[in-house]
């Protein structure tokens, strides 16, 4: 069972930036990705970063403002969103994903949230105007 907690959310200003991290448990590596959800609406993806790391894609809405990374280093198993210059608009429940049923390759990402097998409970983003 693999367990991942997100952390790093917060109401900020318009213009500002926050990261979020998403801890995974255990040191396996897996395709990780970022939704995001506001009361009412469907999921929606944000960005991905493939199990090799050497791949990603993110959403036209966040691309050029956000970006993801993963840290391995000292027994970390972690990946981050940096988010900068947020817009109310991004305002949202955020969610960490990762398939850790292998369904991908090493390159291999996915925008559709049903190809991921674990979630975490989500960390609030709130950007005031």
């Known amino acids: 069972q693999v367990t991942l907690t997100e952390s790093g959310g917060g109401l900020v200003q318009a213009g500002d930036s926050l990261r979020l991290s998403c801890a995974a448990s255990g040191l396996s590596r897996y395709a990780m990705a970022w939704f995001r959800q506001t009361p009412g609406q469907e999921r929606e993806f944000v960005a991905v970063?493939?199990?090799?790391?050497?791949?990603?894609?993110?959403a036209d809405s966040v691309k050029g403002r956000f970006s993801i990374s993963r840290d391995y280093t000292q027994n970390k198993n972690t990946v981050y969103l940096q988010m900068n210059n947020l817009k109310p608009e991004d305002t949202a429940k955020y969610f960490c994903a990762a398939d850790i049923g292998y369904r991908f390759t090493q390159t291999m990402t996915s925008r559709r949230g049903d190809q991921y097998d674990a979630w975490g409970q989500g960390t609030q983003v709130t950007v005031s105007s």
């Open positions: 970063l493939s199990k090799s790391g050497g791949t990603t894609d993110y």
